[in-house]
């Protein structure tokens, strides 16, 4: 195995943050320690710009993350997108107006913010969701009447859209259905989840853009996650890690499994074979 890493790529929900969404001090200081190294720590999740973590924007050497699934590639420093690979505002209208008839919640990221429509949002416990998903969709979403309304009038491109679905067997069914769009792919990364990109957007194609721009080969890069919308990364870096409380899936891909979120598990790993430090 090749230890000579120049890049860790850490997926946020369910593998850098805890249970209680925070990133711990341990983490905070081994993710520094691990920058004081020479080593880009490179945020990549599913999530928009705008819902980075305090804990992250107040370590001065993270300059880059990936966004919204791959689709923004973002300059923290600089504040500007260096790679984006978007939905058509009029495609995005098409795939929203398909799933209408569906039991959902549909959610939008746009410009580095994800949107949310008013009513569903006020109407949360409808679909039954943990406390977890709950609180995240809470926290992330900024509240619009309707979303096709907001791409007409803004005209900017999507980045991704999230379902949200009151039961797993209705998830299912739509997952199904999508298989008849072939310019699209999904995954998810939360219970009663799907998130739906362009075909070819996910942070394996992310991670490997920024690669590119930064001159590091792929055997040089660490990746962390532990769903379904981390496949693609894992399959791209050198060197990845799972976490424990991952799917079985994840954990099969990885070339090693760490302990959980709550149990600083990203930085246990990243000790060992970033700083060569025994762990416990």
């Not at 920058?35 to 710009?49: E, H, N, Q, S």
């Not at 959610?107 to 995240?136: A, C």
């Not at 990203?266 to 700083?275: T, Y």
Request: proline fraction near 2%; aromatic fraction near 8%.
């Amino acid at each position: 195995m090749n230890t000579d890493f120049l890049l860790a790529a850490a997926d946020m929900d369910g593998t850098l943050l805890n249970s209680e969404r925070k990133i711990t001090k341990r983490t905070q200081e081994t993710i520094k320690k691990v920058i004081d190294r020479g080593v880009y720590f490179v945020p990549a999740t599913g999530r928009a710009v705008n819902a980075l973590p305090e804990e992250l924007k107040a370590i001065e050497g993270i300059r880059y993350g990936i966004f919204s699934n791959g689709a923004t590639v973002y300059d923290l420093q600089k504040q500007e997108v260096i790679y984006r690979n978007h939905f058509d505002p009029k495609r995005a209208l098409e795939l929203i107006r398909c799933l209408r008839p569906f039991d959902l919640m549909i959610s939008i990221s746009q410009g580095g913010q994800s949107f949310g429509e008013r009513i569903p949002m006020e109407h949360l416990d409808y679909y039954e969701l943990d406390e977890n998903t709950r609180e995240i969709v809470r926290g992330s979403r900024k509240i619009v009447e309707n979303v096709e309304d907001h791409i007409i009038e803004t005209k900017n491109t999507i980045e991704k859209m999230t379902l949200i679905f009151r039961t797993m067997e209705e998830r299912a069914r739509v997952w199904e259905w999508l298989k008849r769009f072939d310019d699209i792919q999904y995954s998810s990364s939360l219970p009663k989840n799907l998130e739906i990109s362009k075909r070819g957007c996910n942070k394996g194609s992310g991670l490997m853009h920024l690669a590119k721009i930064l001159g590091i080969k792929r055997e040089n890069i660490m990746a962390f996650g532990d769903a379904d919308n981390d496949r693609e990364m894992f399959e791209q870096a050198g060197f990845a890690v799972a976490m424990e409380n991952g799917l079985e899936e994840m954990k099969e891909m990885a070339d090693y499994v760490t302990d959980t979120n709550r149990e600083d598990g990203v930085a246990k790993a990243m000790e060992r074979f970033i700083l060569g430090k025994d762990v416990t």
